[in-house]
């Protein structure tokens, strides 16, 4: 299966080996309480979308998807993407993770569990802070679980009903978003199409 990534013209090079950003990425289309709950969440072996790098079944999808940036449609590249060697990948049952239906049914779980902590004091609202913070990782939500039982209850309970990792049986879409993570020994090349 080929797939697709839409880039900034200028920012092209040919046969460039793209590796691993070391970085951790944050999300910018995606609440950060759904991130975290996505990366708690996540099987062992699933790429992390917080190293991710982000494709598309086809040239039109990745720009499309890209042009939902600061950059209009004509200032991308559609490029077709070749590994080192073939990288974890997941393919969504949505052409953009912003259209998953686990952002809405988080979101409306967890506010839903915490209508009562808005009328506690600030010390009640940041045991449940962890949750709402960018970039968390699973052991620090964990460490803040277990600080918290209140805070352990909610996660628990959102990290049950997250459905990104285990899509039902033909629920994936033609034309899913793809996601991949790649490893450090390993790279990818764009292909302009």
Known sequence: MSIYRAIPRATFEAGKELRRNPGRRLPSVIPYLVDNLWEYARPD??????????????????LQNAAAGALRQ???LACRL???????????STSDARH?????????LVNSRLREWAAG???DK???APLFMPGVTR???????????????????AAAAVTLWSPAPGAVSPDGELFFEIADDNFYVLHPV
């Open 121 to 123: 004091g600030l010390g």
């Open 139 to 157: 052991g620090e939500l964990a460490a803040a679980m277990a600080a918290e039982p209140a805070l352990a209850k909610v996660v628990e309970e």
């Open 74 to 76: 004509d200032d991308y």
């Open 45 to 62: 072996g699933q790429p992390s979308r917080r190293h991710a790098v982000y494709a598309s079944p086809t040239p039109q999808l990745a």
């Open 82 to 92: 070749t590994f080192h060697y073939q990288p974890a990948m997941i393919q969504l």
């Open 100 to 108: 998953h239906p686990d952002v809405r049914q988080l979101q409306h």
């Open 126 to 128: 940041l045991a449940l």
